[in-house]
């Protein structure tokens, strides 16, 4: 069987991650896997988990770290025969070491963004959420305005990313992150990206994918079990 590909990205909100994931994602054929996203989806149904999730995401607060990481292990569970990229997850040591107790990653990708360009940016952040497409009233505007291009149907913007929650959640985002980051570097598989323009870090991300992924290597399907 072809060698898996296991990677994570890691950077503040609104540091171009899930911009940056779904280019990898079709450029490399990974599954692409975001943790805000999938915790999001649990909110839908009337679950369980759904309902005890749904108090720390609207509170911007991180879920806690043992039900997070039972929901995101066993979706990779589902996910056994495909190669990964993991976004918003690991946010913390133990969800970091949690992972790294089942999976060694390949490549943790980490964006350095400053703060002012974090702050423009999600200010300007629409969603449309049941596809969790990203638009940018500058970067990446919508075809018509206020509406996803595919279905039409109306975009949102997240309570998370007014200006008073986003100081609370990239303070926050801060303290957190160092210890992850500093398990990667000594691990030798981190990979740093400063800029302040996604357009401009692509080029050194794929070029560094591609010494590092040989898409005949991957497996050309994936079998992902459902929820
Ligand atoms: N102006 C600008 N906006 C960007 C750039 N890259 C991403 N964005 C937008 O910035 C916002 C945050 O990006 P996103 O990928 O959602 O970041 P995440 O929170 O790290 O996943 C979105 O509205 C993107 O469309 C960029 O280079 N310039
Ligand atoms: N790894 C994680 N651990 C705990 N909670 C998380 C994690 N990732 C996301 N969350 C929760 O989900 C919310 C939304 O996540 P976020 O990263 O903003 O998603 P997005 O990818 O849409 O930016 C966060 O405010 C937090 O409550």
Redesign the pocket.
């Known amino acids: 069987m072809a060698k898996l590909f296991r990677a994570a990205i890691v950077g503040p909100?609104?540091s171009g991650?899930?911009t940056i994931s779904k280019r990898i994602a079709q450029s490399f054929g990974l599954q692409y896997l975001?943790?805000?996203?999938?915790?999001?989806e649990s909110l839908k149904g009337d679950t369980e988990a759904g309902v005890l999730?749904k108090t720390?995401?609207?509170?911007?607060?991180?879920?806690?770290?043992h039900?997070?990481t039972r929901l995101?292990l066993h979706r990779l569970e589902q996910l056994n025969s495909c190669s990964w990229l993991l976004?918003?997850?690991?946010?913390?040591l133990a969800?970091a070491l949690a992972l790294n107790n089942l999976y060694q990653l390949d490549l943790v990708i980490s964006l350095n963004i400053p703060y002012e360009t974090l702050r423009e940016r999600l200010s300007d952040r629409w969603?449309h959420p049941p596809s969790?497409r990203?638009y940018n009233m500058g970067f990446r505007p919508p075809r018509v305005q206020g509406k996803d291009d595919i279905t039409g149907e109306p975009l949102i913007q997240?309570d998370?990313?007014k200006p008073e929650a986003l100081m609370v959640?990239l303070r926050h985002y801060k303290d957190v992150a160092k210890p992850v980051i500093d398990l990667y570097k000594s691990q030798g598989i981190l990979h740093s990206f400063s800029d302040t323009d996604t357009d401009q870090i692509w080029p050194s991300i794929s070029s560094l994918l591609s010494t590092k992924i040989h898409t005949h290597q991957l497996p050309n399907t994936c079998q992902t079990q459902a929820h």
């Open positions: 909100p609104g991650k899930g975001s943790g805000g996203h999938f915790l999001r999730v720390y995401v609207e509170r911007n607060m991180l879920v806690p770290d039900v997070m995101m976004d918003g997850f690991p946010q913390t969800q969603i969790g990203v997240h998370d990313d959640r």
